[in-house]
């Protein structure tokens, strides 16, 4: 039988075409069937009919008809969004903080957060495993990249979501990454407000600097600041996003001149042969005005690998910040 699913627009997705949304989530679905799907009213944002030009804002809700995921069936398996009792304890382990608004969790490196081609295993999958009796099944409101770590933020039900969203797009939500880069910035701390584009190469889509008559260009602002060094040769970033596109940080810091160690698809390699390979990009902290009123800062500890990194270089690793809630 075929089904009806809805997915939420996420913050990295602000003012993405409908048309290249459904592109970078269902490969196999052309841009002809795209536009006769929105002639013919089976995609919908938030409800509505739309042309395949609708830019998206995070929060929103995309009516995926069954064509869509038909594609996505020929373009590769999509998995069941079943969580089993192995996988609800891995998800239980993940949890920094919940009430009956939201769930944090410290995502590890390797997981996906929503599914696409050739992933076999994602979070978004498995959430019901996160319901704690409630009716809702827990939705996601921002993404990170598979390989990076740290705080990733969940709503338990749809107006929470809509709340999360407007306070991540109104810019009220305070995100801290902290990175591992190569070399050592000059000057040590700085802002970088270079626009960003998506292009195609080898493997894929991937983010890049926006040339000024790029008429996809999407604004991108990123402050840096270093935190420690070890000589020349590494460097430990703070990186505090002010907008949330795709691969932001990454292209912003190869951008620089600094690439994240372990990012190999931006220019991150090193020779220290045990870190080839694993990003070295972590989700510190979240601080946001709570959906109930007041205010919740959520730090996360550093994955192991980056933890690891941290002792090899001599930088310290200071233990994350309790947990905040201050009711307003």
Known sequence: MSTIEERIVSDDEADIRLDRWFRRHFAGLTQGAIEKLCRTGQIRVAGKRVEASTRLQP??????????????????????????????????????????????????????????????????????????????????????????????????SPGIAAKLAAAFRTRKVEKTYWAVVMGLPVPLEGRIDRALTRVQGIGGARSAIAHPS????????????????????????????????????????AAMGHSILGDIPYGGESDMETMLGQLHLHARKLHLPHPAGGTLTVSAPLSAHMEETFKRLGFVNPAPEPTRRVKG
């Open 59 to 156: 929060g929103q809700g995309v009516r995926i008809p069954p064509a869509a995921l038909a594609a996505a069936d020929q373009d590769a398996p999509r998995p069941v969004p079943v969580a089993d009792a192995r996988q609800i304890k891995e998800l239980e382990r993940m949890v920094l903080y919940r009430d009956d608004a939201v769930i944090v969790l410290n995502k590890p490196p390797g997981l996906a957060t929503q599914g696409g081609a050739g992933i076999t295993k994602h979070l978004d999958g498995m959430l019901d495993g996160l319901r704690y009796g409630s009716e809702h099944r827990p939705r996601l409101v921002h993404r990170l990249d598979r390989d990076t770590s740290g705080v990733l933020l969940l709503a338990r």
């Open 214 to 253: 790029d008429p996809d260009a999407q604004k991108a602002v990123t402050e840096y600041e270093t935190l420690d060094h070890a000589g020349r040769k590494f460097s430990w970033l703070g990186l505090y996003p002010h907008t949330g596109r795709t691969h932001q940080l990454r292209v912003h810091c």
